[in-house]
């Protein structure tokens, strides 16, 4: 019986009770049979929940990349490992091979390695979806340097803070990107963060726009030269399973981003497994995520998971809106792209246009289809379902986050039954529990809680680099010895889980993790705010949007509110990027307040829904007379 393919109901059940019963001997025969290992482990785990430390095949050696392009070679050198379809659809694709990927990787780390990068240093890659990206990623991977990519939408702020947080060496960035009509100038937010980035020793540039761009003597490198010079072969690097392979932040629901470090081993053993089966991949497939690899879905279900399967993967700088919105059904039928994930907020944006776009291509090569990132409601699981996979293409709501490294809960292809809008059953090795207030499990089906994991699994964030205590507080104290994973989710009669949104301070906009803290301190920066709250409501497209409550001070003189909303905006576009700008502001002369002092977000998400039926208990409020106010005063 194969333990790394599952191909039925019955094969799901049994390999399901056996990842729970004998962690050890599922995940050692995982690990053993499907992956090429300098030195096999000691033991398969060594995990202790209560201080969130987790250590996967302890002891062995291994180098991520070997697993992803060498051992690939001598059976699928000419195999195309990565196309890469431009922004522009009158530019040509390219489809680089895993010799070509092994070649240009290894360029890469020998050129990373002249330029003074070592093992455990970290290199931040500050790029757009083009193939340095991808190369850039391996390369590191390949000398043992940490990587930590900053999706290339963000603004310099963002880059700054995250390059200072990890102490970065290096930058890998770009003349320029292109989204859609726009260009982005990414050399220039580098030059604009740079100054406040004491730890960049060099900043390395990649062509893609061929723009004109200042360089700065002695820190800033043409890529192509160096590439140029390198040879074309390397030697990885050889690393503990446990050695960090990448940090990437996600947003908190306090204070500033938190690096999620993912380590080697685990995270290699937990995507390849679940890229196979989540996919129902096979050897022809063209698998295609949309997603960018600044976030953990490229990370894990572009390159990582892909290439460790040997699999040809899609690589897309566009957007799914240019030249029109036909471009996804386009490329699906151009490449003829077997398995198609993507994001509940483009399906909706997609399904608001004419059904002419979609219903001109024929669409007859997918086989499955994917949704991950936010709840998918009804109404666009079955408009994906219908208009893209034709009914005939198993749909996979896949739930898991930046801190899990891969999908946890999630539909089997052809083999769970799908559910509209469920995330359906965990996948083998992930043990979910539901609490409640009392932080007690709630056993049965049909019930709601907090959704926590109470085993760890083998790609489980190992740690917030540079701060355990935070790591331990934020996901491992509200319910002791189990992973809290900030949602809420339900089990209905048969066991299937429905993830119903965060029960915490982030609001998913568009797909993208934002927390409200730091939004509120780029407001409260501007000198005529007093103090904000900002809440989601939900928005047809993006699923939820962003409603700010401002209280003004002075704000001076020949200006007005209209003025400072704008800035506002300008402010928060500046410091995060411009996804995290409110849809709707509203000026307050207060804001409904404990005794205690804090904030009652629950009553401002109400009035931003406009739902004024019920706001709870409010006898612990300072000012109760604010509600009406903030209510009759509604944007
Ligand atoms: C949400 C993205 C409902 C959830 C991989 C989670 C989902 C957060 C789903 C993590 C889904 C992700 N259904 N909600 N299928 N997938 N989420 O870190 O709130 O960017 O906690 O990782 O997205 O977002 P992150």
């Not at 379809?85 to 050129?111: F, G, T």
């Not at 994930?341 to 086989?367: G, N």
């Not at 001070?553 to 928060?572: F, M, T």
């Not at 998400?605 to 612990?620: L, M, Q, V």
């Amino acid at each position: 019986m194969s333990y790394y393919t599952i191909n039925d109901l019955e094969h799901y059940f049994k390999m399901y009770k056996k990842s729970v019963r004998e962690p050890r001997k599922f995940w050692d025969r995982i690990a053993d049979e499907n992956f090429v290992w300098y030195q096999k482990w000691e033991k398969v785990f060594d995990v202790d929940m209560q201080e969130a430390k987790f250590k996967w095949f302890v002891d062995a050696k291994v180098n991520i990349t070997k697993n992803c392009i060498d051992r690939h070679l001598a059976r699928k050198g000419e195999k195309t490992a990565i196309i890469f379809e431009p922004n522009n659809p009158d530019e040509e694709a390219q489809h680089i091979s895993y010799n070509e990927l092994y070649k240009r990787v290894s360029k890469m780390a020998n050129v990373l390695r002249e330029q003074g990068v070592k093992k455990g240093d970290r290199v931040c890659i500050y790029l757009p979806m083009i193939p340095d990206l991808a190369v850039a990623v391996l390369a590191c991977a390949r000398i043992g340097a940490i990587h930590s990519v900053v999706f290339a939408g963000f603004s310099a702020g963002a880059l700054e803070a995250r390059v200072n947080d990890c102490g970065a060496k290096m930058v890998i960035t770009s003349d320029g990107g292109y989204r859609g009509d726009k260009t982005i100038n990414l050399k220039g937010i580098v030059d604009e963060a740079m100054p406040k980035c004491p730890s960049i020793e060099k900043v390395l540039v990649a062509k893609r726009t061929n723009s004109d761009v200042p360089m700065q003597e002695g820190r800033d490198f043409w890529l192509q030269p160096l590439l140029d010079k390198a040879l074309d072969n390397s030697v990885a690097e050889i690393m503990d399973s446990e050695d960090p392979l990448f940090i990437l932040y996600t947003s908190g629901s306090t204070g500033k981003p938190k690096g999620m470090l993912h380590t080697t081993g685990g995270y290699m053993v937990y995507t390849a497994y679940t890229f196979k089966n989540v996919f129902n991949y096979q050897d022809e497939d063209i698998f295609w995520c949309t997603a960018d690899i600044g976030w953990i879905t490229g990370h894990s279900y572009i390159l990582y998971g892909p290439l460790l399967n040997g699999a040809t993967t899609v690589l897309f700088e566009g957007v799914p809106s240019y030249p029109d919105f036909s471009r996804f059904w386009e490329v699906i039928e151009k490449h003829k792209v077997t398995q198609f994930y993507t994001a509940p907020t483009a399906i909706r944006s997609l399904s608001k246009e004419s059904l002419e776009y979609v219903q001109k291509f024929p669409l007859r090569s997918l086989k499955v289809i994917g949704s991950v990132g936010e709840p998918i409601n009804e109404e666009a699981w079955h408009w994906y379902n219908d208009h893209v996979g034709g009914k005939r293409c198993p749909l996979v709501d896949t739930w898991w986050q930046t801190e899990t490294g891969g999908i946890m809960i999630s539909p089997i292809p052809f083999v769970t039954p799908t559910k509209p809008t469920y995330a359906s059953l965990p996948l083998p090795g992930i043990q979910p529990v539901l609490m409640d207030e009392l932080r007690n499990e709630i056993e049965g089906n049909q019930v709601t809680g907090s959704l926590c994991i109470k085993f760890p699994w083998p790609s489980i964030a190992r740690t917030i680099w540079g701060d355990h205590q935070r790591y331990k507080e934020t996901y491992f104290t509200a319910f002791p010895g189990k992973y809290f994973t900030g949602d809420g989710a339900l089990r209905d009669e048969v066991g299937y889980y429905r993830i119903t949104g965060r029960v915490d301070d982030v609001v998913i906009v568009s797909g993208h993790n934002l927390g409200t803290a730091p939004i509120e301190d780029a407001i409260n920066e501007h000198p005529a705010v007093a103090e904000s709250a900002i809440v989601g409501f939900p928005h047809d497209i993006k699923g939820n949007a962003l409603y700010g409550f401002i209280i003004l001070k002075e704000i001076g003189e020949g200006r007005d509110r209209a003025n400072v909303a704008k800035e506002i905006n300008q402010l928060i576009s500046d410091q995060i990027g411009p996804i995290a700008k409110l849809d709707k502001i509203q000026f307050v002369s207060g804001l409904p307040k404990t005794r205690s002092g804090k904030i009652m977000r629950r009553i401002l998400r109400k009035i931003a829904e406009g739902d004024f039926s019920n706001f709870g208990d409010t006898s612990t409020l300072l000012n109760p007379e604010i509600i009406d106010q903030i209510k009759n005063e509604r944007v």
